[in-house]
């Protein structure tokens, strides 16, 4: 890596972190908090069954909690989400046990009984009302200047085969170690096509099973480092991403500290010089700022 380089990358994680620190800042973090914890946390089995029946659902609640909790109110003719909520009960049993002296005595006793019942949930797109409280954007719009260069140059620089199609629930594309391959969201914007790109490339390049030791990072601080390598190569490239990837790092940190990211600087810096070297040959300069528009999420 050159020293213009690192200085280069460097600058801009300085930039990634002190633009997340201006968001914890703000209040909007804090505030996103507070209502994300009203949401009730799903088994796996029931997570199954939202995505079976709404794919792209992305916050469930029930009629009555959106009204109270949230201020908002299911829109007419929508079709409810089912799911099994637990419906335990009481009941006295008998039991056969053997006392000391070895005889058998019945013993009645209270005991709890697991059962579920079918309920009803909405996602967040069923409702209408006040707004929830978002840390950022949703989605990325706008063209990238040399865009089929820099995606075909990106997609030979992947330690794996890059791929548009089908990607489940509401993610814009991923990384699979088993079928070795990355899958990106079809019908993406420029920006967004681009920034996903590096994100799942990130995760090859840094995160494959098949290349690391024993000892695995947390899904937290792997999301952080593949967001922080995207958001340091499109901004090299005058990409904007920060509303995007400021609050995509915020929401994985654990805490105001950035421990994770603080913690993953040269391993960052080291994997954004790589793709930014395989987009950019050294005597080339970098695209002008691609012309970006940001579509706020909305509710």
Known sequence: MSQAMDERVAELTDKLENGIKELYASGR????????????QYSIGNVMLIYLQCPHATHVAGYGTWKKEFGRQVKRYETGINILAPCPYKRLVEQEQTDPDGEQQ???RMVKIMRFRVTTV?????????ELPTLGVDELTGDVSGFSEIYDRLAKTSPVPVEQGEVPGVAKGYFSAREQKIVLRSGMSQVQTVKTLVHEIAHALL??????PKERKE??????????VAYVVCQHFGIETSDYSFAYVAGWSKGKELKELKASLDTIRTAASQIINAIQPPEREAPEAVHH???VLSH
């Open 293 to 295: 528009r940001k579509n």
């Open 106 to 108: 019945t013993d009645t």
């Open 29 to 40: 973090y804090a505030e996103y908090l507070r209502v994300m914890s009203k949401f009730h």
């Open 207 to 212: 995160h494959d099973p098949k290349n690391l």
């Open 219 to 228: 899904r937290r601080h792997k999301e952080i480092e593949a967001e922080s």
């Open 122 to 130: 909405f996602d967040v797109s069923q409702t209408e009302g006040r």
